[in-house]
């Protein structure tokens, strides 16, 4: 299934294409894997797709603020069996990870 999620036109002087990531847990902390791709453009805005996910994955998607890099987005979600996106924290994300 993919994960998928939807950002609206922005101003492409100020911000960058959305992004798209797996999350992993190891020893050494958190790891991005970047394999969403950008379906959009600035002006129309578009789809942010991560292909083949399974339910329980840890995605994350956001997008860089270039003036004021401590506003850029970066949203954790839980993939659900159903392919919807439940907003989760890294202790939540942490757990599900550990199959706890």
Do not use: C
Request: proline content about 4%.
């Amino acid at each position: 299934m993919n994960a998928t999620k939807t950002f609206s036109a922005y101003n492409h002087r100020r911000y960058s294409a959305p992004w798209g990531a797996v999350i992993t847990l190891d020893e050494n902390g958190w790891h991005y894997n970047f394999k969403g791709v950008w379906l959009g453009d600035a002006g129309e805005g578009g789809d942010v797709v991560i292909h083949n996910v399974e339910p329980g994955t840890i995605v994350a998607f956001g997008q860089k603020d270039n003036r004021n890099p401590r506003h850029t987005e970066n949203e954790w979600y839980a993939v659900q069996p159903d392919g919807s996106l439940l907003e989760v924290g890294k202790r939540e994300a942490r757990k599900i990870i550990e199959g706890a």
